[in-house]
């Protein structure tokens, strides 16, 4: 079963920074692009920052300097690097992308999102 798995969320004070990962459930998963949303309670999901498989990349205006997006096409794993963190990204974040199955076909792609990791950023 395709999952994207992520980790590095956590609880930091402002100024500090977080590591979080997205990774596909089994090696043999292709994943080289991706983008990060977020969602704070009593808000909308939206997106932070996303990378293609050409590496363009886009942010968000309010974490543009702060945050990098990047990927490891050897790993499957698509990156975001949150520094200088402030109280208003508290939310939890999701990952989600492109995921490619190698079928007897050649490589079936679906869109497929994380489970969520909470970020939470102190005063």
């Known amino acids: 079963q395709v999952q994207l798995v992520e980790s590095g969320g956590g609880l930091v004070q402002a100024g500090g920074s977080l590591s979080l990962s997205c990774a596909a459930s089994?090696?043999?998963?292709?994943?080289?692009?991706g983008s990060w949303y977020r969602q704070a309670p009593g808000k909308q999901r939206e997106l932070v920052a996303s990378?293609?498989?050409?590496?363009?990349?886009n942010y968000a205006d309010s974490v543009k300097g702060r945050f990098t997006i990047s990927r490891d096409n050897a790993k499957n794993t698509v990156y975001l690097e949150m520094n200088s963190l402030k109280p208003e990204d508290t939310a939890v974040y999701y990952c989600?992308?492109?995921?490619?199955?190698?079928?007897?076909?050649?490589?079936?792609?679906?869109?497929?999102w994380g489970q969520g990791t909470q970020v939470t950023v102190s005063s």
């Open positions: 989600n992308a492109p995921v490619g199955v190698p079928t007897l076909w050649g490589i079936s792609w679906g869109d497929y």
């Open positions: 089994a090696s043999i998963f292709k994943i080289n692009a």
């Open positions: 990378i293609t498989t050409t590496g363009s990349i």
